[in-house]
């Protein structure tokens, strides 16, 4: 059952959530298409796979780089210049996700992201970088910044992919915002104030940078990590899941390594 739901995954990252960048940190770019509906939604057996990715994973404090070979730049990630790290925390190497809620593979990977987290080494930044491609890609990129700044996040982040892909009671659609206000409302904040911080001045601040960061690392598709700005991570065929998330490690041990030379 876990061979076939790992597979399954890694087929599903390898045709990623598509999007185009911005032209401008201020002007979104045409909404991408959304996902077939014949994609398969996160099953009820998806946080089983919690084990898969947490047993292929290094050990939580280990400053080594995790054993095999060496990724490949180029095929296993691409370097970005100049770096640009989102959220920079010193003596710590930032891990960036980018993702989109409406993206049904970023709903896949999201139960193999929380066992990997866990076991992520103290030096490790890791943050979230909602994709804000514009369409209906941005609404879901304004209620994350929302539910951050009203200190709902943790409790509401895996709640709305359920929604939107399992459930199916969230559109994916441009005007979405009402409709997740009131969701929100369903989860312990006032939706009236929740639809005015989506609009509001710091959060039209953080879409801004959002989509500065997705031009800078040349983000076109999700989910993507970047690791210390400077490091941009796809699923590849070869690696699948678990090769996407032990090129993160090997790029995290090798930035680590130079930090405390």
Same mark, same amino acid.
């Given at each position: 059952?876990?061979? $076939?739901?790992?597979?399954?995954?890694?087929?599903?990252?390898? *045709?990623?959530?598509?999007?185009?960048? /911005?032209?401008?940190?201020?002007?979104?770019? &045409? &909404?991408?298409?959304?996902?077939?509906?014949?994609?398969?939604?996160?099953?009820?057996?998806?946080?089983?796979?919690?084990?898969?990715? &947490? $047993?292929?994973?290094?050990?939580?404090?280990?400053?080594?780089?995790?054993?095999?070979?060496?990724?490949?730049?180029?095929?296993?990630?691409?370097?970005?210049?100049?770096?640009?790290?989102?959220?920079?925390? *010193?003596?710590?190497?930032? !891990?960036?996700?980018?993702?989109?809620?409406?993206?049904?593979?970023? &709903?896949?990977?999201?139960?193999? !992201?929380?066992?990997?987290?866990?076991?992520?080494?103290?030096?490790?930044?890791? !943050?979230?970088?909602?994709?804000?491609?514009?369409?209906?890609?941005?609404?879901?990129?304004?209620?994350?910044?929302?539910? =951050?700044?009203?200190?709902?996040?943790?409790?509401?982040?895996?709640?709305?992919?359920?929604?939107?892909?399992?459930?199916? @009671?969230?559109?994916?659609?441009?005007?979405?915002?009402?409709?997740?206000?009131? #969701?929100?409302?369903?989860?312990?904040?006032?939706?009236?104030?929740?639809? @005015?911080?989506?609009?509001?001045?710091?959060?039209?601040?953080?879409?801004?940078? @959002?989509?500065?960061?997705?031009?800078? #690392?040349?983000?076109?598709?999700? /989910?993507?990590? !970047?690791? *210390?700005?400077?490091?941009?991570?796809?699923?590849?065929?070869?690696?699948?899941?678990?090769?996407?998330?032990?090129?993160?490690?090997?790029?995290?041990?090798? =930035?680590?390594?130079?930090?405390?030379?």
């Amino acid at each position: 059952m876990l061979r $076939s739901l790992a597979l399954a995954l890694t087929l599903a990252l390898l *045709a990623a959530c598509g999007g185009q960048s /911005p032209d401008t940190a201020g002007t979104p770019a &045409a &909404a991408p298409a959304a996902d077939t509906g014949d994609t398969a939604a996160p099953s009820a057996d998806a946080p089983a796979a919690e084990d898969t990715a &947490a $047993s292929a994973t290094p050990t939580a404090e280990a400053t080594a780089p995790p054993p095999g070979p060496a990724p490949v730049e180029g095929v296993d990630y691409t370097r970005i210049e100049p770096a640009m790290p989102a959220q920079p925390v *010193a003596g710590k190497v930032e !891990v960036a996700e980018v993702f989109g809620y409406t993206c049904i593979h970023c &709903a896949n990977l999201q139960p193999h !992201v929380n066992a990997w987290k866990k076991r992520l080494p103290a030096h490790v930044n890791f !943050v979230y970088v909602p994709a804000a491609f514009g369409g209906f890609w941005t609404p879901y990129a304004r209620a994350f910044y929302t539910a =951050e700044a009203m200190g709902v996040l943790d409790a509401t982040h895996d709640a709305l992919f359920h929604a939107i892909h399992v459930e199916r @009671s969230l559109p994916m659609t441009a005007d979405a915002a009402p409709r997740i206000a009131q #969701w929100y409302g369903r989860h312990g904040v006032d939706p009236a104030v929740f639809a @005015s911080t989506m609009d509001s001045f710091a959060v039209n601040a953080k879409i801004a940078r @959002s989509q500065q960061l997705l031009q800078r #690392w040349g983000i076109e598709a999700t /989910p993507t990590f !970047v690791v *210390a700005g400077k490091y941009k991570v796809m699923a590849t065929r070869e690696g699948g899941l678990e090769g996407m998330l032990r090129t993160v490690d090997w790029l995290v041990a090798r =930035e680590h390594a130079a930090q405390v030379r």
